[in-house]
């Protein structure tokens, strides 16, 4: 992926070149830094939905314990998933997964870090969806109606453009 | 994926055994039938980030046209990112992407279809997602804002539970 | 991959055409029929790194859990991995774990089903083998000398060949 | 993967939390230094079949060459495999086959070399199992009842743990 | 893979809908029938190369069986390599490698055959340019300068539009 | 891959050990320097055939977008797909593709850049091939007898064997 900052291309977009062509964008002149970002998802599902999810365990049907590892390994997919992110060796990616009952459903959180010479904006929001996916698939069974929302990048830290926070992390109107 | 008739499993989970261990379900003795599955999802932005994409083409930057391939593409990865879905012979993938003044931003409607065992859900909310992750990519040099919402099942058609429609159409809250 | 009475190919090989080169063997002409194959592994480890893989569940390091679940990923990577297997439909993985005190160990049992033209032994086995990995993996930060022993096929059904069963499910010398 | 130096998580297991969520370990302060690893695997199977391979060579059906290749690849896609698995830069990847008439079979050692920040073993352990499975593969229309055996790490060398060697290399029990 | 009788889309394209969008066209009212492929490329090189491929074999680097392989492999890989192809469960793949004086190089044909709703002609093609590919990778030491010539479809049968052969057959000029 | 420069292994080919078994040759002794490698293919079309090319855009079927996209990606997937080549993280790739009338077809041109300890040649190559196959694909439905030709290096640069052009640029004869 690439820093908001290497604003070339069309338009501001540095996914094009002047032309409008689409490139994996040269990050060649970067430098290697570390770089973390912090994506976040959350599923919505019935309140007797969440529940099942509640009891469930190693013994039970632990539907978190699973979306968490398809969302790490989701991370990992990254490039091969979206058509211009560079490829990228991942040093961290965690995925942690909470009950809301206020929402209800799961708030999904994913973490990715690399030293590299671009962020990592595109595996952490890779993991949430992936995990949040899974999610879906694993209690489709018994709520089909479930909607995966407000998955987008709550922080990111290092590159050029340094540390960037969501604006406003009030939950969606 | 599974049908959600199945309702073998740990508290109706079809993705879980009796001792609550995840399994690849078992779709032996199910149909082979025709099945369809559309999904939905909204790519929220500022007005002026979906300005540009309205600007863009293939001579320009085709945001749109990226995001679609790239979810047709995804649709054909489900299987290797979710742990438990089956592998399925996909007969036709579609990906719609519309821009959305009111949103502002755009709409993503995946449709798959297969002649299988099992149903196509996970594919097309798949596609949609991974087409919402490609839009994100292209567009966060200029606004690393955006947010993915309402990724959900929008109907399904085929298989032993047969037409389902999403209860609500209505946007979200 | 390929039943084994194709015996075409060089030497009762099927994956040889008469010539010596390699071939993904001709399958057009054989039924499509419901076949299954069961395949076992064990990881041998020390008893106190046994005792840490009970310990785990969904809350405490649910090793088990992980390693089932990439077992059944495993599995529907079989064709990408052994270089003349047919890609195949699969219908059913299961991936069962037991702790196992006098190996001491974990033994690893992958069932692998489908309606397909060529059986699935490959795939059964390749499901208990990065269950295995994954297990070693997983536990190699406090065991490193584990050893993966016995990784077999058990029974397989279905196919021209017919029913088999391994003809010695005695111990391992 | 991680080194076994990392003892943080639940009882010295370095892929999971405090919580025993599972995680891809964190490893940016680790140097980046040379890493190799060794591993091996045998597969047991019937004398005669052993004397097929032997026979075979370029011209006749050459399943040590096949099984070599397999098992390099296999090393390319450790990390799509194995869940907690850091993707790695892998620097040289060897596989070497050699009958054994005292086993009967063959045995299969694996070496793998990156530098990087974390370690090689589960890339050498990886490809001597999918180049044991691909043995298995080759010759199973032959003999079913091979046995894959001994998956195991003969030697690692770099990291914070520094040279370590398999402490028995005398054979099975 | 889409028959050339599909004549909807843009032009007589059949990857386009009406407005120019690209889809992975619907193949659900085509009948499975039996469908072969034959495609062909050549791996122009320098007399001196060619001889070296000559002498190798198992015994001393075998540069044809690794590239067969890798051809066999890449079959298999056509769906995720192109974008808007069918997965299609191949049931053979040959891939034979001959050497040519007169070109002088290598000549690669592959031929691939499925029971499906649509054709194999990419996965025929996939097949040669892999191989090719990998015939450049294997040789590039030597000969920087070889050239992949004629990669193209020489035969294909079945589905509604019948048995093509290419129509000239004559050497390139 | 590998320099052209390693020249030890049989006959001077990198890929193969002094017995002649295929290796991913041990490139940890070789600098880390930049990597630029450019590749061409071209895609004889009929002139009809090159008109419907020349019409598309992204609202009326944009074959050169999505084939230039079908590259990019596909040369992130190069050391999936030859068996010898090293993973390497890419730091761009272009794919530039134009319209001939004296072809008739379409020259495609790839680039591919790296900081690395080998060099780029086989991800240009793949990503200029992959494209082709695209190309082929979008429009084999109004022409299946389209030829790739002239795959070949164009340029490399970095590495020990340093700056490289073909040595002739004449157009094939």
């Given at each position: 992926?690439?820093?908001?900052t290497?604003n070339?291309?069309?338009?501001?977009?540095?996914?094009?070149?002047?032309?409008?062509?689409?490139?994996?964008?040269?990050?060649?002149?970067?430098?290697?830094?570390?770089?973390?970002?912090?994506?976040?998802?959350r599923?919505?599902?019935?309140?007797?939905?969440?529940?099942?999810?509640?009891r469930?365990?190693?013994?039970?049907?632990?539907?978190?314990?699973?979306?968490?590892?398809?969302?790490?390994?989701?991370?990992?997919?990254?490039a091969?998933?979206?058509?211009?992110?560079?490829?990228?060796?991942?040093?961290?990616?965690?995925?942690?997964?909470?009950?809301?009952?206020?929402l209800?459903?799961?708030?999904?959180?994913?973490?990715?870090?690399?030293?590299?010479?671009?962020?990592?904006?595109?595996?952490?929001?890779?993991?949430?969806?992936?995990?949040?996916?899974?999610?879906?698939?694993?209690?489709?069974?018994?709520d089909?109606?479930?909607?995966?929302?407000?998955?987008?990048?709550?922080?990111?830290?290092?590159?050029?453009?340094?540390?960037?926070?969501?604006?406003?992390?009030?939950?969606?109107?």
């Amino acid at each position: 992926m690439t820093d908001s900052t290497d604003n070339g291309g069309s338009g501001g977009l540095t996914h094009f070149d002047a032309t409008g062509a689409a490139v994996m964008v040269d990050v060649s002149a970067k430098d290697v830094t570390e770089r973390v970002a912090i994506a976040e998802a959350r599923v919505r599902m019935a309140p007797e939905t969440l529940a099942v999810v509640r009891r469930g365990d190693a013994r039970k049907g632990d539907v978190i314990g699973i979306a968490r590892l398809a969302g790490i390994m989701g991370a990992k997919r990254t490039a091969d998933l979206i058509p211009l992110c560079h490829p990228l060796p991942l040093q961290s990616v965690t995925v942690d997964i909470e009950p809301d009952d206020a929402l209800p459903g799961l708030t999904i959180r994913a973490t990715a870090r690399v030293t590299a010479r671009t962020g990592v904006e595109m595996e952490a929001l890779t993991a949430a969806s992936v995990a949040s996916l899974t999610v879906y698939d694993m209690l489709k069974a018994i709520d089909r109606g479930m909607t995966i929302e407000a998955v987008r990048l709550i922080e990111k830290r290092g590159g050029r453009s340094g540390h960037w926070t969501a604006p406003s992390l009030i939950p969606e109107p």
